[in-house]
């Protein structure tokens, strides 16, 4: 079973720094794709960046110079480094995974391939 586990956020002031981290623990044999994504109350959820496991990364076009995204492949963990924050940013942000997990079932290797995601971290920005 894989879980994706969210910290950080909380409380930040306009023109400051936040940090988002990710873990994904479990019979995880690879990683692909990690992102974080946002989603406002009666909105759609939406892409804030993406990191594919050689590094190359994607952002919104909202966040570009002001948000970065990285990650550590040894941990398993990808984070989101949120500077100049606005009050707009404020919202629950969600990671996702693109996980190739494992299972041994008597011996036999089983894998399976799936998205998952993270229960959400909550960022709030004001003065």
Known sequence: QVQ?????GGLGQPGGSL???CAASGSILSIGDMGWY???PGRQRELVASVTSAGTTRYADAVKGRLTISRDNAKNTVILQ???LKP???T???CDADVTAYRDV???FHFHAALYWGHGAQ???SS
Do not use: C, H, P
């Open 4 to 8: 994706l586990v969210e910290s950080g």
């Open 19 to 21: 940090r988002l981290s």
């Open 38 to 40: 946002r989603q406002a």
């Open 82 to 84: 949120m500077n100049s």
């Open 88 to 90: 707009e940013s404020t």
């Open 92 to 94: 629950l942000y969600y």
């Open 106 to 108: 008597e011996d036999i």
């Open 123 to 125: 960022v709030a920005v």
